[in-house]
């Protein structure tokens, strides 16, 4: 890896916290400070054509990469399942070597590696989400819900990585739907206090899509130095 590059591993405490759009802030914001950073998406289900993974494809526009989809996103489902899941109903087993050689090609820069929902989501017969994390040894920015359940589901995850002895870069609030949750207003404080862990956000729900990406960005920056961002 380059002395000035960046790299994380974006997870979530569950599926739809908002993970795919923390990783296009941060490549964005990456981009922004001349990176020249890559997405890496090893593994995505539920995509409505296996030749265009929305995820995939979400992250490579925010990095403004012109790598092949395949590069990005070696192993691709239809089915909005787990992707061992998705795989083992198919008779397959996605190859964990095309995992490792994809992996290869960008480990050397700046990169926002995404998972697939949680820690213990399965990628094929023998691995979950946070086998790849220990492999890549990469810090962790893990993506929760804002709201009442958060504090259990980031304990949880937390205490998962730490017995991995997997360094955790930060936490990201996001409010994924409209209106308030009494929770909202301690769950910052009382994770940061308790965990020791930096806490960014909560990003507030926007409906409009730009003014979302940015509300991301903005709480996000923290990670970038700012150094970097005014190169």
């Not at 950073?37 to 990095?63: I, T, V």
């Given at each position: 890896?380059?002395?000035?590059?960046?790299?994380?591993?974006?997870?979530?405490?569950?599926?739809?916290?908002?993970?795919?759009?923390?990783?296009?802030?941060?490549?964005?914001?990456?981009?922004?400070?001349?990176?020249?950073?890559?997405?890496?998406?090893?593994?995505?289900?539920?995509?409505?054509?296996l030749?265009?993974?929305?995820?995939?494809?979400?992250?490579?526009?925010a990095?403004?990469?012109?790598?092949?989809?395949?590069?990005?996103?070696?192993?691709?489902?239809?089915?909005?399942?787990?992707p061992?899941?998705?795989?083992?109903?198919?008779?397959?087993?996605?190859?964990?070597?095309?995992?490792?050689?994809?992996?290869?090609?960008?480990?050397?820069?700046?990169?926002?590696?995404?998972?697939?929902?949680?820690?213990?989501?399965?990628?094929d017969?023998?691995?979950?989400?946070?086998?790849?994390?220990q492999?890549?040894?990469l810090?962790?920015?893990?993506v929760?819900?804002?709201?009442?359940?958060?504090?259990?589901h980031?304990?949880?995850?937390?205490?998962?990585?730490?017995?991995?002895k997997?360094?955790?870069?930060?936490?990201?609030?996001?409010?994924?739907v409209?209106?308030?949750?009494?929770?909202?207003?301690?769950?910052?404080?009382?994770?940061?206090?308790?965990?020791?862990?930096?806490?960014?956000?909560?990003?507030?729900?926007?409906?409009?899509?730009?003014?979302?990406?940015?509300?991301?960005r903005?709480?996000?920056?923290?990670?970038?130095?700012?150094?970097?961002?005014?190169?």
């Amino acid at each position: 890896m380059a002395p000035d590059s960046l790299q994380f591993f974006v997870t979530g405490t569950d599926t739809g916290v908002g993970k795919t759009q923390v990783s296009c802030a941060l490549l964005s914001l990456l981009k922004d400070a001349g990176h020249a950073p890559q997405g890496f998406k090893p593994y995505e289900s539920g995509c409505a054509s296996l030749k265009a993974p929305s995820d995939a494809l979400a992250m490579r526009e925010a990095a403004g990469s012109t790598l092949p989809v395949e590069a990005i996103c070696p192993h691709r489902f239809k089915a909005p399942l787990a992707p061992g899941i998705a795989a083992s109903r198919l008779g397959t087993e996605p190859d964990f070597r095309v995992t490792l050689a994809a992996w290869k090609q960008l480990k050397g820069g700046s990169v926002v590696v995404e998972g697939a929902g949680g820690l213990f989501v399965p990628v094929d017969s023998k691995r979950d989400v946070v086998d790849l994390i220990q492999t890549f040894r990469l810090p962790v920015v893990l993506v929760a819900r804002a709201g009442l359940g958060t504090l259990n589901h980031v304990a949880l995850s937390l205490e998962a990585l730490a017995a991995r002895k997997v360094s955790v870069r930060a936490v990201v609030l996001s409010r994924g739907v409209p209106g308030r949750d009494l929770a909202e207003r301690d769950n910052r404080r009382y994770l940061e206090a308790r965990h020791g862990v930096e806490v960014l956000g909560p990003v507030p729900y926007v409906e409009d899509a730009r003014k979302r990406r940015m509300a991301f960005r903005r709480a996000l920056a923290p990670l970038v130095p700012e150094r970097a961002r005014a190169r």
